[in-house]
């Protein structure tokens, strides 16, 4: 089923617009925006072309914003101005969103009036909001139309809805009061009250976090998330299809970020080296910066270090699994806040949770690093690295356990301080208390 | 709207059972399901309880296997029954595997012969396979009916179909030709044939992967895909909340895993000390045993380390930044390779690619690492530390982008090898650099 993209490649490169446009009509427009997502643009212009129109904007919606933008900057004017009147409202403003101001003014003065009022209603919501993803049209009843008025309904104005498997139903003020599934309305008796079949919505403000509002369509299995004004009135709906992708998106860059580099937005092989180093440099220099305090730590104890050699030997284990410990504790816990599991008021909670996970997984790890050490070197340098284990793993878990929740509350995306930080940090208190331990067990 | 948790763990702690049942009964099952799965088992097999019948089903349905299976064994046997032959096949098999194979066979025999049949054949396709997780039930039509005649059907026989809203179409030997929405069957003239409405579906082949189908399923943004076996016969539909359920479990699982340990399956804050020790112990003794490797590599060093201690000050820096250089590039293509961006035939690209980048972030750190070394300590350990950069950079990236497409190759999930192997690797083959970089430039 995935030949589409080495076929259309290879037709675009014998300049065979023939056969391409043959492999093009072929296949669904969800695999065409697929396969162009990962044609170098130039070619995936020319690929575009070849769409008849009406395809041509069902595979624009399929792509990403990154890849409408690049696409509509090889685009025509004219061209350009079909597929913004063609695309529904959500979709219009994502694509007036990724483009410079002056064109996309100009864009929206050549829309006509229906397109543009719809447009405005989702360009009212500030940025990051469902307001700004959710479509503003879709198909209302009341609860006293029959299941036979309320499908008839449906049918009339279908035409202009992204969504007509989830039918809000509104009172006469617009305040929603529940939803019904085309299912319902269709497989039950037609002269049911739509009132008998009401099910009560998993509800998105418009102003709400898009990326929370589309994790809750997602999780709750529903198709459509009403999304309501201030006052409770129906305002729009988002659809499950594009809930995934906010969440897709999301993932996207918690995955990148939890790696320590900025997500790419372009497909990993078409991405230049400088783009991909532009991504991961400033956190490596960040990260570099602050390993700096590692340095200085080890500066302190120069003098122990000169004298006991063999504790140079210990650093990289002890360091590394400071930072696993803590990286695991921290993967954990910014997993449970993504999902809503924990919350930074289970501060305390996740603490003590980890305090405890930290210590017997030291113990564990302590009491086999004091055996090998004591066997292979001696009884105290045993001593040093297995009370040293106790301590690195008890403390990087309880960090890494709770800077995530720290980080939530201060406003900061957990995915990002997470990590790399945590590695950080637990390598430069870990030596201290090696170090610490070390004069002790020493006696330095 | 997410107040229903507290409210129900508060009237179940005060054994007030008529205001917990009145909370259950406010609110849609899904929200139900995600406040049970956060409750402990007892309670939450009490508020199952609690529950009408058909709505019961369709909370059960809500959960994740782990949560039906620990509700399954507080449950009596009848209303094991009851629930298990009210359930969608699929979700029947998903919930016979969590169960042992002699309570699994007990209550297959008390389901009809419908339930039966329709769960055997899910039963037949390998566990982790897409006919696993399909829906056997579900309304075909032919090409030449007319949309009329379509709609007829499904009004007729949709009960008992997961869904209704992707319509599959299939010729005389059930092949199947294409799908219709049930949006084109409603909107358009009822008078129309099915086949001037056939869209090209994307399939899925019953033994294929159960993870890479619903990812294409969500990516390409349908309803439900069409599953077909061998001869191209159409045998069931993934629906798309099945596949996003699919797709998040894996998600849970590759996030875990990126952080060095197994998945939990159960919430966070309710896992106790030692099951989130068990998901972590075992990574970090693998790790902890790999790490000796950087002892023995620092023991061949020893001599060096005693005449220049200084060298030890820059241990964890460059180990560090190594194994985060390793663990971006690890991070980048993992995530190509589950989106589909990069295959293991693209190793040579990604090398090159990767080896490029890591010169490039070399070059950039190196320099820096250079001047600081430099001005702070003296010119030639300036130049160890400067070299050094470069050359882990380098080499981390290339490993780290070149291990998950070996690991994919080699059969093994890439989330798994990637980011805590990589780091162990850059932790030793750096020490070995450096000290041969330091032991050249030292004249040593």
């Given at each position: 089923?995935?030949?589409?993209?080495?076929?259309?490649?290879?037709?675009?490169?014998?300049?065979?617009?023939?056969?391409?446009?043959?492999?093009?009509?072929?296949?669904?427009?969800q695999?065409?925006?697929?396969?162009?997502?990962t044609l170098?643009?130039?070619?995936?212009?020319?690929?575009?072309?070849?769409?008849?129109?009406?395809?041509?904007?069902?595979?624009?919606?399929?792509?990403?914003?990154?890849?409408?933008?690049?696409?509509?900057?090889?685009?025509?004017?004219?061209?350009?101005?079909?597929?913004?009147?063609?695309?529904?409202?959500?979709?219009?403003?994502?694509?007036?969103?990724?483009?410079?101001?002056?064109v996309?003014?100009?864009?929206?003065?050549?829309?006509?009036?229906?397109?543009?009022?719809?447009?405005?209603?989702?360009?009212?919501?500030?940025?990051?909001?469902?307001g700004r993803?959710?479509s503003?049209?879709?198909?209302d009843?009341?609860?006293?139309?029959?299941?036979?008025?309320?499908?008839?309904?449906?049918?009339?104005?279908?035409?202009?809805?992204?969504?007509?498997?989830?039918?809000?139903?509104?009172d006469?003020?617009?305040r929603?009061?529940?939803?019904?599934?085309?299912?319902?309305?269709?497989?039950?008796?037609?002269?049911?009250?739509?009132?008998d079949?009401?099910?009560?919505?998993?509800?998105?403000?418009?102003?709400?976090?898009?990326?929370?509002?589309?994790?809750?369509?997602?999780?709750?299995?529903?198709?459509?998330?009403?999304?309501?004004?201030?006052?409770?009135?129906?305002?729009?709906?988002?659809?499950?299809?594009?809930a995934?992708?906010?969440?897709?998106?999301?993932?996207?860059?918690?995955?990148?970020?939890?790696?320590?580099?900025?997500?790419?937005?372009?497909?990993?092989?078409?991405?230049?080296?400088?783009?991909?180093?532009?991504?991961?440099?400033?956190?490596l220099l960040?990260?570099?910066?602050?390993?700096?305090?590692?340095?200085?730590?080890?500066?302190?104890?120069?003098?122990?270090?000169?004298?006991?050699?063999?504790?140079?030997?210990?650093i990289?284990?002890?360091?590394?699994?400071?930072?696993?410990?803590?990286?695991?504790?921290?993967?954990?816990?910014t997993r449970?806040?993504?999902?809503?599991?924990a919350?930074p008021?289970?501060?305390?909670?996740?603490?003590?949770?980890?305090?405890?996970t930290?210590?017997l997984?030291?113990?564990?790890?302590?009491?086999?690093?004091?055996?090998?050490?004591?066997?292979?070197?001696?009884?105290?340098?045993?001593?040093?690295?297995?009370?040293t284990l106790?301590?690195?793993?008890?403390?990087?878990?309880?960090?890494?356990?709770?800077?995530?929740?720290v980080?939530?509350?201060?406003?900061?995306?957990?995915?990002?301080?997470?990590?790399?930080f945590?590695?950080?940090?637990?390598d430069?208190?870990?030596?201290?208390?090696?170090?610490?331990?070390?004069?002790?067990?020493?006696?330095?």
């Amino acid at each position: 089923m995935d030949e589409l993209k080495p076929r259309l490649a290879a037709a675009l490169a014998s300049h065979d617009l023939t056969a391409a446009a043959a492999h093009l009509a072929a296949a669904p427009p969800q695999e065409v925006a697929a396969a162009l997502a990962t044609l170098e643009p130039e070619s995936s212009a020319v690929a575009f072309r070849l769409l008849p129109r009406h395809r041509a904007l069902a595979v624009f919606e399929g792509l990403t914003p990154t890849a409408q933008h690049e696409l509509v900057q090889l685009l025509g004017e004219d061209e350009v101005v079909a597929v913004f009147a063609g695309l529904d409202p959500d979709d219009r403003v994502g694509l007036l969103d990724e483009l410079p101001a002056a064109v996309a003014t100009r864009l929206l003065r050549q829309v006509d009036d229906d397109a543009r009022a719809a447009t405005a209603v989702v360009l009212g919501y500030p940025r990051g909001s469902v307001g700004r993803r959710m479509s503003p049209q879709f198909v209302d009843v009341r609860p006293e139309h029959t299941l036979r008025e309320a499908l008839d309904r449906v049918r009339e104005r279908g035409h202009r809805s992204e969504t007509i498997y989830t039918v809000p139903v509104v009172d006469d003020s617009r305040r929603l009061v529940g939803v019904v599934s085309l299912r319902d309305l269709l497989l039950h008796d037609p002269a049911d009250a739509v009132a008998d079949h009401l099910a009560r919505p998993i509800v998105a403000h418009a102003e709400e976090d898009a990326e929370q509002a589309a994790r809750r369509c997602v999780e709750r299995r529903v198709l459509a998330l009403p999304v309501v004004d201030g006052e409770d009135r129906l305002v729009g709906l988002l659809t499950v299809d594009d809930a995934t992708r906010i969440v897709a998106a999301a993932g996207d860059e918690d995955a990148a970020r939890a790696g320590g580099a900025e997500p790419l937005h372009r497909p990993y092989l078409l991405s230049s080296v400088r783009a991909i180093t532009r991504t991961r440099v400033v956190w490596l220099l960040v990260l570099g910066l602050s390993a700096v305090l590692t340095v200085n730590v080890l500066e302190l104890f120069e003098g122990t270090l000169a004298e006991h050699v063999v504790l140079a030997l210990f650093i990289p284990l002890l360091t590394g699994i400071g930072g696993n410990t803590g990286s695991q504790a921290a993967t954990t816990v910014t997993r449970a806040l993504a999902t809503g599991e924990a919350s930074p008021r289970d501060l305390g909670r996740v603490a003590f949770k980890e305090m405890r996970t930290g210590l017997l997984l030291g113990a564990v790890l302590g009491s086999l690093g004091w055996a090998v050490a004591s066997l292979v070197y001696s009884p105290s340098i045993g001593t040093v690295v297995g009370l040293t284990l106790v301590a690195v793993c008890t403390m990087a878990a309880t960090v890494g356990g709770t800077t995530p929740l720290v980080a939530r509350a201060a406003g900061v995306d957990p995915a990002v301080v997470s990590t790399p930080f945590i590695t950080t940090f637990c390598d430069a208190t870990g030596l201290l208390v090696y170090f610490t331990i070390a004069r002790a067990v020493l006696g330095l």
